[in-house]
């Protein structure tokens, strides 16, 4: 008969109680990982792979003396230990990207202004949010973890990631319906949250192409494209220019509501 998993390990790391705290620590780092590689400020794409690497190991550091003693034993069986940690890897990106949806809101904001304002282009293309992304989404792209790290936001995800052990124990699956339940409310609330913050520019759009449309009925020998372009580009950045500070706010209030609501749920 084959051996059971504890026996084997206990004599190579030194008894039961150290075998016990290896398992723990492992189911740990299998759901802090692929969470701390996905939130907003500490898991950028741009930043050094060994970095993050390290905050997800000094994290599950962190987290690990709280969770001994509630982690289940270690199972009899390599295939139970594989859907353990399988398990965990699972909730721990679906908590990432939960919490990356509403940074990439502000994202897709800057695709919705950069639209408005005409400067929208094909030969621009983004890892992230497509190939029709623009350099306005990807200044708003690279502002959003600056903000995040600058005004200390990235404690929230943290705490929040603590806090989901309450709710999805170690070595159990995240329950389908509440997962799909919470996903689908933040999706929903995120792309309101980007419309939101571009509201005051398709405003804005709406009343620039009905002048337009106007002009061009008094005087129609007008080269219509030719003056609105120029026209709508140099007013749609001098809008920016005086709504940005209310509109980097307004998303800063709009991130924190949303992890609470999303993850604090």
Do not use: C, K, N
Not at 19 to 47: D, H, N, Q, T
Not at 97 to 105: N, S
Not at 157 to 162: F, K, N, T
Not at 211 to 240: H, K, S, T, W
């Amino acid at each position: 008969m084959e051996p059971a998993l504890p026996s084997l390990l206990a004599p190579v790391l030194g008894g039961e109680t150290l075998a016990r705290g290896a398992w723990a620590f492992l189911l740990v780092l299998s759901r802090v990982g692929p969470a701390m590689l996905l939130l907003p400020g500490l898991g950028e794409a741009f930043a050094p792979g060994m970095l993050r690497a390290g905050l997800a190991f000094g994290m599950a550091l962190l987290i690990w003396p709280l969770l001994q003693p509630v982690v289940p034993p270690l199972p009899e069986t390599g295939l139970a230990v594989a859907l353990a940690v399988a398990a965990e890897a699972v909730t721990g990106l679906w908590f990432g990207w939960l919490t990356r949806l509403w940074v990439l809101a502000l994202a897709m904001a800057g695709q919705v202004i950069a639209y408005l304002l005409g400067l929208a282009s094909v030969l621009q293309a983004d890892a992230e949010l497509g190939p029709q992304s623009t350099a306005l989404s990807r200044l708003f792209a690279l502002a959003a973890p600056l903000v995040v790290l600058s005004a200390g936001l990235y404690t929230l995800p943290l705490r929040a990631l603590v806090a989901l052990y309450d709710v999805v124990p170690p070595g159990t699956l995240l329950p389908v319906a509440a997962g799909a339940a919470r996903s689908t409310a933040a999706v929903g609330a995120s792309f309101a949250l980007a419309l939101q913050l571009a509201s005051p520019f398709v405003v804005a759009a709406i009343v620039w192409h009905v002048a337009i449309g106007l002009a061009a009925r008094l005087v129609p020998r007008m080269q219509v494209y030719f003056v609105a372009m120029p026209g709508q580009i140099l007013g749609g950045l001098l809008l920016l220019a005086v709504a940005v500070q209310t509109l980097m706010g307004a998303w800063r209030d709009g991130l924190v509501a949303g992890w609470a609501t999303s993850l604090g749920g």
